[in-house]
């Protein structure tokens, strides 16, 4: 069986545990499968929730939701950080290709990090951000956001 193949049909399994219509349903080519990443995630600390979408051939995201009471958070600049552009230049990582490396801004001190990104087998969006390799890093763990996002960017509860 050819990958492209192999790609239909695991889409097509996908399409129909997810409540799709496999009658229907037509699958793209195997090089034109979005990545499992693609999506709005919120943080571990549920505070914020990102979007990752494509940027050209790469992947990035920003800032969409925010939990907060009093006024919207701002960086240290005064600009509010919904809409903030915080993860850059994803590309496919060519000996895994399910992981994705790109860099990560922190806010608070305008430092940039390399990253790395992927899905694990339990839908949650693994990131990890370092100085130089990845094993000196530190990994998040963010889950599928399924709330809404109101006015001003702020997250439903």
């Keep these: 069986m050819h990958i492209a193949q192999k790609a239909a049909c695991v889409s097509l399994l996908l399409s129909v545990m997810m409540g799709g219509t496999a009658v229907h349903a037509q699958v793209p080519p195997a090089t034109t499968v979005p990545?499992?990443?693609l999506g709005q995630w919120v943080t571990r600390?549920?505070?914020g929730v990102f979007e990752i979408t494509r940027c050209g051939d790469n992947l990035c995201g920003k800032l969409v939701g925010l939990n907060y009471s009093d006024g919207i958070p701002r960086d240290q600049?005064?600009?509010s950080e919904c809409g903030l552009p915080m993860l850059r230049d994803f590309v496919r990582d060519p000996d895994q290709p399910d992981r994705w490396d790109g860099s990560?801004?922190?806010p608070?001190?305008?430092h940039v990090y390399q990253a790395?990104?992927?899905v694990n087998q339990s839908g949650q969006l693994k990131l990890r951000g370092y100085l130089g390799?990845?094993?000196f890093g530190q990994t998040q763990t963010w889950l599928p956001y399924n709330g809404h996002i109101g006015p001003d960017c702020k997250m439903s509860t």
Excluded: C, E, S, Y
């Design 45 to 47: 600390n549920h505070k």
């Design 35 to 37: 990545p499992a990443v």
């Design 77 to 79: 600049t005064g600009r």
């Design 104 to 106: 990560i801004l922190d």
């Design 108 to 110: 608070n001190t305008n």
């Design 116 to 118: 790395r990104m992927w």
């Design 133 to 135: 390799i990845p094993m």
